[in-house]
């Protein structure tokens, strides 16, 4: 069973950048696909990006297309978002996911594994 461990998050004023990381451990990371997603008070938990097991491949929600960067390093198990410009609405707790089997999904149900999460919190 993969666990997740996220870090990276904090406060930030609008316009500012964090790079959050995600360490997996307890499994064959390479074996995951992985994704962010992330949670506003009184909001849904939402997609944020995703990238496929060998890293080739990426998908990012519009929101944050352009400004967050999703990568991972399969030698150190670890996936990062790199965000950037970063605005008020990105204020959220982030969470990282493991998904097994092929290609990676845009839904919570997509994902078997769950990391406890990290608060950013952008200032205008």
């Known amino acids: 069973q993969v666990q997740l461990v996220e870090s990276g998050g904090g406060l930030v004023q609008a316009g500012g950048s964090l790079r959050l990381s995600c360490a997996a451990s307890?499994?064959?990371?390479?074996?995951?696909?992985m994704g962010w997603f992330r949670q506003a008070p009184g909001k849904d938990r939402e997609f944020v990006a995703a990238?496929?097991?060998?890293?080739?491949?990426?998908s990012y929600a519009d929101s944050v297309k352009g400004r967050f960067t999703i990568s991972r390093d399969n030698a150190k198990n670890t996936v990062y978002l790199q965000m950037n410009s970063l605005k008020p609405e990105d204020t959220a707790v982030y969470y990282c996911?493991?998904?097994?089997?092929?290609?990676?999904?845009?839904?919570?149900?997509?994902?078997?594994?769950w990391g406890q999460g990290t608060q950013v919190t952008v200032s205008s």
């Open positions: 996911a493991a998904r097994r089997g092929a290609g990676y999904g845009y839904t919570i149900p997509a994902y078997d594994y």
């Open positions: 990238i496929s097991r060998g890293g080739t491949s990426t």
């Open positions: 307890r499994g064959t990371f390479s074996n995951y696909a």
